[in-house]
């Protein structure tokens, strides 16, 4: 949904089917860095720019319509940093105003975000997979700007630092196995000076996250 396609931010929805992509209705405003938990025809999204926005929106499969609760705080790029459903969402990270990078983690519960306790270093474009109740946060950069490898695991109340990253990144897309954060996979991103194309998976217990195979 949306993106940036320079210079203008629009409002596309697009479903895909397995074969092929197809734009259904246009989210209610344009966005860009938006978060997204939940699935194809069960969504909750929130936050995004222009300007970081707290605005939370649902979406059924056809159409959107705007929630009443908004974040607690404002932020985007975002995008890949929420998972969970779309009544058990969780988010982490993100950018503020002026692009200054986020430590707040918050959940929604299909009513209402709460706050809950922060990461350990503010960060944007991170990755997240798993549920709101087991979750993985990994990569993202910091206001130096330092890229991360980092990797945090989340309970549902605390976090705690798990095997990091072979190639530190940002701006990766981050995928969860089923309802856990116990197998997940960090795909291309940005090191801070060049794209990387490399795949790593992450297995509980392993002592890293391992390079599975390059993308061409």
Sequence with gaps: TGGDKGPAINAVTAEWDGTNWS?????????????????QTALVSAG????PTATTFYYDGSSWSNQSANLGTARYENTNSSCGTQTAALLVGGAGSPNAPKDEVEEWNGTAWSEQNDISAAARQIATSGIQTLALAYGGETAAPAVLATSLSYDGTNWSTSPALGTAR??????????TSTAALASSGHNGSANVANTEEF??????LATAKTID
């Design 23 to 39: 734009t259904t209705n246009d989210h209610p405003a344009a966005r860009n860095g938006a978060s997204g938990a939940g699935s």
């Design 48 to 51: 995004g720019s222009p300007h």
């Design 170 to 179: 940002r701006g990766h897309g981050g995928l969860g196995s089923g309802a």
């Design 203 to 208: 297995a509980a217990g392993s002592s890293a």
